[in-house]
């Protein structure tokens, strides 16, 4: 699998950033995204899961 691909650029950064973790309700258009979190290189970050994007919404701003 090609690791210098847009999905990969964006956790780098994102841990670079001192980000995490995310929260989501991923549809379709987010599983490259979602697959490359199952990388080993992306071990210490997390992904919650919601079943509703207000419920992200909530879980983000309770964490934060």
Known sequence: MEKNTGRF???RQLLA???DCMFGNPGTSEQNLLDALGD???K???????L???TAVAMGDGYA
């Open 40 to 42: 080993e290189e992306f």
């Open 52 to 54: 509703h994007e207000g």
């Open 17 to 19: 950033d001192g980000i």
């Open 44 to 50: 210490d970050f997390t992904y919650y899961l919601a």
């Open 9 to 11: 650029a964006l956790v």
